[in-house]
Nanobody, 124 residues
């Protein structure tokens, strides 16, 4: 079952978007769910992660204080609330699933299941 990311779109700088990630039939229990992004010509980079059980959160310095990751048990969905968006946030955003904990949640190599990505474009 694929991870399904949605919620991307075009927004002006300073605006907000909320991304969602779900996988019908796939449980996130016991895993870490992460959001990554990839801008044109750049490598995929870590944005945020959350431990499904316990709720521990990790953020990239570039988004700390502006983005919030959360999860909804009942809907089996992970969210990324993005506020105060900047043009530098323009990228394709991917959700992914991992068994990693602690500092390794920032490493793409620890994620074994990825969604298709959703495009976020921030106009200045």
């Amino acid at each position: 079952v694929q991870l399904q990311a949605s919620g991307g779109g075009l927004v002006q700088a300073g605006g907000s978007l909320r991304l969602s990630c779900t996988a019908p039939g796939r449980s996130f229990s016991g895993y870490t769910m992460g959001w990554f992004r990839q801008a044109p010509g750049k490598e995929r980079e870590f944005v945020a992660a959350i431990r499904w059980n316990g709720g521990n959160q990790w953020y990239a310095d570039s988004v700390k204080g502006r983005f919030t990751i959360s999860r909804d048990y009942a809907k089996n969905t992970v969210y990324l609330q993005m506020d105060s968006l900047k043009s530098d946030d323009t990228a394709v955003y991917f959700c992914a699933q991992s068994r990693a904990i602690a500092s390794s949640v920032r490493e793409t190599s620890t994620y074994f299941h990825w969604g298709q990505g959703t495009l976020v474009t921030v106009s200045s």
